[in-house]
């Protein structure tokens, strides 16, 4: 049996949460192993789980900027995937230099999240976001062609 990609979702909205986490436990590639409802509370359960993936809400209490930071600063930091229902460039780009490799809208949420995540459990940056080549380019440098 191949191991299960261990998953952390952190989201303020319960609803939301529910629906990341049933689309990810019909998924037999996933575990989820916790859930969090604040930036605070993603960061603890994370040090204190065996985390492949921590999908992030980019806009919950105690910011999922600073909990992305934190996560990827830990002793065996997590994946970190951004979700949110913002799509600009400017929180894709805070997103990426706080450390997630990948950027999830909640509109992709049904549709091919999963295969996303798997993508970022790989190895790959996914930014499933219109403006994700801008921010990457915002990052990497202006010159910098993507």
Do not use: W
Not at 73 to 83: K, N, S, T
Not at 112 to 128: H, I, Q
């Amino acid at each position: 049996m191949v191991p299960r990609i261990r998953v952390l979702v952190a989201d303020d909205h319960v609803d939301m949460l529910a629906a990341i986490v049933s689309v990810l436990e019909d998924d037999e590639r996933f575990a989820v192993v916790a859930t969090a409802g604040t930036a605070d509370e993603a960061v603890m359960l994370a040090g204190g789980t065996a985390v492949d993936v921590a999908l992030l809400d980019v806009n919950m209490p105690g910011n999922g900027v600073a909990a992305a930071r934190a996560l990827t600063e830990l002793p065996r930091p997590p994946v970190v995937v951004a979700i949110s229902a913002q799509s600009g460039g400017a929180v894709v780009e805070e997103m990426l230099r706080a450390g997630a490799v990948g950027y999830v809208t909640k509109g992709r949420v049904g549709d091919g999240l999963p295969d996303l995540l798997a993508r970022c459990a790989d190895g790959e940056v996914v930014l499933a976001t219109p403006a994700g080549a801008s921010a990457l380019r915002a990052v990497l440098g202006a010159g910098q062609r993507v």
